[in-house]
């Protein structure tokens, strides 16, 4: 059985890194969790974070840091994170030519385990890899930058994979990243995402924490809803 709790995970590429601790003590009285988007300027145009970071981070909070790494080499990069202090990383499989093995070693150091597709990537690419992890990541914008439009197009792969795991009886999360806000999160809850990264919704509005916990009030009452009908 899958585990669906709805979790609302802010992403501090919104935040202000200056204050980073600062930023992620604000959102964490009422959030599990903080992502932690990685880009390497290479399979993204964009460079962020690295494991420093993430072990400075782990040192300043109790919160669960799933790392999100928009890199071209996961393999090597991925176990230092998980070394860092990271509970999850989520890697975009394409990169990899041999990523049901990278899953098993990172699964072996302890690390849940995700697997990302972008915008134009359909779910049956990553059919074979989603017994074997933890979480399925839905990206609704193109990896590589906080602040863009969500694209409602992608929705109906959240969907897609709900009626897949059903079918294969396997245990995944689902995971949106990209333009969740409070207008667009209802749509992904009703599909049947269960987690969802925000960015600037969070770190973009004057109080993070209320900012959060109306996400988790708008899906939870889209997922009361869903059950009902
Ligand atoms: C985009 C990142 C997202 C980003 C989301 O490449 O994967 O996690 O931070 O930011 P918003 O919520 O602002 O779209
Ligand atoms: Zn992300």
């Given at each position: 059985?899958?585990?669906?709790r709805?979790r609302?995970?802010?992403?501090?590429?919104?935040?202000?890194?200056?204050?980073?601790?600062?930023?992620?003590?604000?959102?964490?009285?009422?959030?599990p969790?903080?992502?932690?988007?990685?880009?390497?300027?290479?399979?993204?145009?964009n460079?962020t974070i690295?494991?420093?970071?993430?072990?400075?981070?782990?040192?300043?909070?109790?919160?669960?840091?799933d790392?999100?790494?928009?890199?071209?080499?996961?393999?090597?990069?991925a176990?230092?994170?998980?070394?860092?202090?990271?509970e999850s990383?989520?890697?975009?499989p394409?990169?990899?030519d041999?990523?049901?093995?990278?899953?098993?070693?990172?699964?072996?150091?302890g690390?849940?385990?995700?697997?990302?597709?972008?915008?134009?990537?359909?779910?049956?690419?990553?059919?074979?890899?989603?017994?074997?992890?933890?979480?399925?990541?839905?990206?609704?914008?193109?990896?590589?930058?906080?602040?863009?439009?969500?694209?409602?197009?992608?929705?109906?792969?959240?969907a897609?994979?709900?009626?897949?795991r059903?079918?294969?009886?396997?245990?995944?999360?689902i995971?949106?990243?990209?333009?969740?806000?409070h207008?667009?999160?209802?749509?992904?809850?009703?599909?049947?995402?269960?987690?969802?990264?925000?960015?600037?919704?969070?770190?973009?509005?004057e109080?993070?924490?209320?900012?959060?916990?109306?996400?988790?009030?708008?899906?939870a009452?889209a997922?009361?809803?869903?059950?009902?009908?």
């Open positions: 059985m899958a585990d669906d709805l609302i995970a802010p992403s501090i590429l919104s935040a202000d890194f200056a204050h980073l601790a600062d930023e992620v003590a604000e959102v964490a009285p009422v959030v969790m903080v992502h932690v988007d990685v880009m390497d300027g290479h399979y993204v145009p460079l690295g494991p420093p970071v993430v072990r400075s981070l782990r040192a300043a909070t109790d919160l669960l840091l790392c999100h790494l928009m890199i071209t080499d996961p393999r090597t990069y176990p230092q994170f998980l070394e860092a202090g990271a990383v989520t890697f975009h394409e990169v990899d041999d990523p049901l093995s990278l899953i098993h070693e990172l699964r072996e150091r690390g849940q385990v995700g697997v990302a597709i972008k915008p134009a990537h359909p779910v049956a690419m990553v059919e074979e890899l989603l017994p074997h992890v933890d979480l399925l990541l839905v990206m609704t914008v193109e990896p590589g930058f906080g602040g863009q439009a969500f694209m409602p197009e992608a929705v109906p792969k959240v897609e994979a709900v009626r897949w059903a079918e294969h009886r396997a245990s995944f999360r995971q949106v990243d990209g333009g969740i806000s207008a667009t999160i209802e749509q992904t809850v009703r599909a049947g995402a269960d987690t969802f990264v925000a960015g600037s919704a969070i770190f973009g509005a109080d993070r924490a209320a900012a959060a916990t109306e996400l988790a009030r708008i899906a009452e997922r009361g809803q869903a059950l009902s009908r």
